[in-house]
C-alpha cells in the first residue's frame, strides 16, 4: 500500500489521475491540493508515500514544494511543459508525465515505483533548490535514516567535517547533508555560521564559552562540546572580541 496525494491547479488534471488511480487499490489517495501552500501542509501532515505533482502552479511552483517539505516522497510530475524534465530526473523524480497523457503512459509511471525503491538514494539537486532558495537559507535538507528531511538551520550547533559530506550536529541528533563543508561555509550566513578549523564550522548563538589553549582557543558549545580553533582561523574569532 501507497499513500498518494494529488497536487495541480486544474481540477481537470486532478481528476484525470484519479480516474486512473482507481486501476491501482494499492494507491491510496488521501487528499488533494489546487496549489503549493496547501500542498506543502498536507504533504508534511499527512507524510504520503508518493505525490502526484504539477510544476508550474500560481505562487508556488513543484520544485519550490520540495524545499518546504520535512521528508521527500516520491515524486510523479504531472504538468503541460517539457522544459522541466531534466530538472526533474535530476530530483530523482519517478517519473514524468507530460499532459496530455494517456492511460498506458499512466500505467508506465506507476510500474516505475517498484524500481524506486532506494530510499537511501541521495537527491542532490533536491537538496541544492533548498540551499539556493536564498542567499542564506534558513532550513537545509539531509539525510536521516532512510529518509531526507528539512532542519532549521538554528537548530545546528556546529558542522564537522565527514570526507566530501558534513555533519549537522543539533542539541538531540546528528545529520549528514550531501555538501561538503567549504560549500556550506559558503552558502551560510556568515554573521552566525564562523570556519574555527578546517574541519569546523560553529553557530555563535550557540557557543557557550572559549577557553585560552597555548597560542589558540577551545570553543565550548551549550551542548558541552569542545571545538578547537585551529591557527589558521583565528582571525575569524578575533574579528569577533571587543
Given amino acids: 500500500m501507497r499513500k498518494v496525494i494529488i497536487v495541480d491547479d486544474e481540477s481537470a488534471?486532478?481528476?484525470?489521475?484519479?480516474?486512473?488511480?482507481?486501476?491501482?487499490?494499492?494507491?491510496i489517495l488521501l487528499g488533494e491540493a489546487n496549489n503549493g501552500v496547501d500542498a506543502v501542509k498536507m504533504i508534511n501532515e499527512f507524510k504520503p508515500d508518493l505525490v502526484f505533482l504539477d510544476i508550474q502552479m500560481p505562487g508556488m511552483t513543484g520544485f519550490d514544494v520540495l524545499t518546504h517539505l520535512e521528508e521527500l516522497p516520491q515524486i510523479i510530475f504531472s504538468t503541460a511543459y517539457d522544459q522541466y524534465a531534466l530538472k526533474a530526473f535530476e530530483v530523482h523524480a519517478v517519473d514524468y508525465l507530460l499532459k496530455p497523457y494517456t492511460k498506458e503512459r499512466f500505467k508506465v509511471a506507476v510500474d516505475r515505483l517498484t524500481q524506486n525503491t532506494n530510499e537511501n538514494k541521495a537527491r542532490p539537486l533536491a537538496e541544492s533548490l533548498l540551499?539556493?532558495?536564498?542567499?542564506?537559507?534558513?532550513?537545509?535538507?539531509?539525510?536521516?535514516?532512510?529518509?531526507?528531511?528539512?532542519?532549521?538551520?538554528?537548530?545546528?550547533?556546529?558542522?564537522?567535517?565527514?570526507g566530501d559530506y558534513s555533519k549537522l550536529v543539533t542539541n538531540d541528533k546528528t545529520y549528514v547533508s550531501n555538501y561538503g563543508i567549504s560549500t556550506l561555509e559558503e552558502k551560510l550566513n556568515s554573521a552566525i555560521f564562523i570556519r574555527v578549523h578546517r574541519s569546523s564550522i560553529i553557530n555563535l548563538n550557540a557557543v557557550k564559552e572559549l577557553h585560552k589553549y597555548s597560542k589558540s582557543y577551545d570553543v565550548t558549545m551549550k551542548n558541552g562540546d569542545v571545538v578547537r580553533v585551529s591557527r589558521g582561523y583565528m582571525e575569524n574569532i578575533k574579528k569577533l572580541m571587543f
Fill in 13 to 27: 488534471g486532478r481528476q484525470l489521475i484519479k480516474e486512473y488511480l482507481e486501476d491501482y487499490p494499492e494507491l
Fill in 131 to 162: 540551499m539556493e532558495a536564498s542567499k542564506s537559507p534558513e532550513r537545509i535538507l539531509v539525510q536521516t535514516q532512510n529518509k531526507l528531511v528539512t532542519i532549521a538551520l538554528e537548530n545546528v550547533l556546529r558542522i564537522e567535517a565527514y
